[in-house]
Structures are given as C-alpha cells and as structure tokens.
C-alpha cells in the first residue's frame, strides 16, 4: 500500500510540474502577442504607452489573448525610453520575483 500511494503522490507531482510549464508557456506566448500589439500602438502613437483595454479597443490585440496570465495575474505593459517589456507576477503572484512572465525586447 505505501508502495502505491507513493506512485500516486509521484503521478501527481509530475501532473503538476507539466501543469506548471504549460502556463508558463502560454503565459509567455501571450505576453509576446502584447508586447508585439504594443509596439504597433507605439508606431501610431509616437510616445504612448498603451493599455491592454486600448489595444483591444484599436484591434491590435485579439481578443482571444488572454489579459491574464495562466494564474490570474494581470499582464502589466511598461514603456520605458524606446523599449516595451510586458509582464505578470507568474504562479507565486508577486511582483517582481524570479518566476514573473516577461516579455521585453
């Protein structure tokens, strides 16, 4: 019995670590879907830095990116002298941390 609830908790935790790779792959997808929007308002917009409502709005972004990454985190786009960098506090939902999303080029 020890032998099989040791498997479990194993087939779980593997369940889990892919679980876990699979947002944050399609967390970052989504973030360089925004970052590439956001340079595109930047293009029509000399030195605005764009919401995520305001490229929605303008169609720059489908509306089958999700605004949240795959924790519920918020994706937050930074402009800063010329670069874009588009991030989320990742699965530990802090700000800021080694596992944040981020996209920046």
């Given at each position: 019995?020890?032998?099989?609830?040791a498997?479990?908790?194993s087939i779980?935790?593997?369940?889990?670590?892919?679980?876990?790779?699979?947002?944050?792959?399609?967390?970052?997808?989504?973030?360089?879907?925004?970052?590439?929007?956001?340079?595109?308002?930047r293009?029509?917009?000399?030195?605005?830095?764009?919401?995520?409502?305001?490229?929605?709005?303008?169609?720059?972004?489908?509306?089958?990116?999700?605004?949240?990454?795959?924790?519920?985190?918020?994706?937050?786009?930074?402009?800063?002298?010329?670069?874009?960098?588009?991030?989320?506090?990742?699965?530990?939902?802090?700000?800021n941390?080694?596992?944040?999303?981020?996209?920046?080029?």
């Open positions: 019995m020890l032998v099989l609830g498997g479990a908790s779980w935790l593997l369940g889990s670590l892919g679980s876990a790779r699979d947002g944050q792959s399609s967390s970052r997808a989504d973030a360089a879907q925004i970052q590439t929007a956001a340079k595109a308002f293009a029509q917009h000399a030195n605005g830095c764009p919401t995520l409502s305001s490229l929605q709005e303008e169609q720059l972004l489908s509306h089958s990116v999700r605004s949240d990454d795959a924790w519920g985190n918020r994706f937050r786009i930074r402009c800063d002298d010329g670069e874009i960098t588009v991030s989320s506090a990742g699965p530990d939902g802090k700000n941390s080694a596992d944040d999303i981020r996209a920046a080029r």
